[in-house]
């Protein structure tokens, strides 16, 4: 059996939980996980972890980059702050003008590029008091989500022709999108919500190269040896892979996030040991 990444076209209306659903079923392998959700009406690169091996370093990866291609309609707002909420049209008050696409721009590099600040949709995922936030919403309970720091690496227009907007979005992990899209209509004060949105990329990972995932096969799957390329990486001897997998400290000085190897396999993330010594303590054994 291999180990490694998958990288799956999620149609919109499933949820990323149906996805591995289905990937599990398409391969006939249970473990299986993901680098990241996207929300059911959401489309794009889902990256599964396949094989009990992968998903011992997906933790590597949660933190990626990822791209965009988001639909915005101005001129009203969501409670959900997308297609799905109950939506309320705004009234423009007289000689009002829509935004040119000079005046967006502007804005856009201004208030939506850099280290920002948004508070998570209701309807979101974000745990309150160890209950999901849209589960108290959809029972009527108070709400109170706090505000978060996110990074947004890019935020350009792609297409516009009022009231429909289309931004290209590079982020940092943890970005909501369709907050983005209802605070940018807040600051143009005529609203906004998001209408659809399509992930581009996680990381130098594409959707072009992505696969639907009825039709996945183990040939797609991206070896666990070639995604671990990237991180720091040392040689182990045959006494050092013995004591490794057998989980004792080796001398060896390493880095954070070190992967240890063998006959040309990975066999452990490695860590600096914890008493400051000069050795290496295997967080992950593969």
């Keep these: ?28 392998e249970r473990d299986i996980g993901h680098l990241g959700t996207l929300d059911p009406a959401a489309e794009g690169l889902l990256v599964l972890a ?12 949660t933190h990626l980059p990822k791209e965009y291609e988001a639909t915005v309609r101005l001129g009203a707002m969501s409670t959900t702050y997308d297609r799905e909420g109950v939506i309320e049209e705004w009234s423009p008050v007289p000689g009002w003008q829509p935004p040119s696409e000079v005046d967006l721009r502007g804005v856009l590099e201004a208030r939506f590029v850099g280290r920002i600040k948004q508070v ?42 009022y009231p429909e ?6 982020c940092g992990s943890g970005t909501y999108i369709r907050s983005l899209a209802h605070d940018l209509g807040q600051v143009l004060r005529c609203g906004g919500y998001l209408t659809a949105l399509t992930r581009t990329a996680v990381g130098e ?35 050092q892979e013995e004591d490794v997998r057998h989980g004792r400290d080796i001398p060896l000085d390493v880095s954070p996030d070190t992967i240890g190897w063998h006959g040309g396999l990975p066999v452990a993330l490695l860590i600096p040991a914890k008493d400051g ?10």
């Design 50 to 61: 396949v094989g009990a091996k992968a998903l011992k370093v997906v933790e590597l990866f």
């Design 205 to 239: 990972w594409k959707l072009a190269q992505a696969v639907a995932p009825r039709v996945a096969k183990w040939t797609d799957v991206l070896p666990l040896k070639e995604v671990l390329t990237a991180f720091p990486r040392t040689e182990l001897t045959d006494a």
């Design 120 to 161: 998570p949709p209701l309807a979101s995922a974000v745990k309150v008091g160890g209950e999901r936030a849209y589960r108290k919403m959809r029972q009527g309970k108070t709400v109170d989500l706090p505000e978060r720091s996110v990074e947004v690496t890019r935020c350009a227009i792609a297409r516009y022709a």
């Design 1 to 28: 059996m291999r180990h490694g990444f998958l990288l799956v076209h999620k149609p919109a209306g499933p949820t990323s939980h149906d996805i591995v659903a289905e990937v599990r079923r398409a391969l006939s």
């Design 277 to 286: 010594s000069r050795r290496a303590h295997a967080r992950k054994v593969f």
């Design 165 to 170: 907007l289309v931004l290209s979005v590079r």
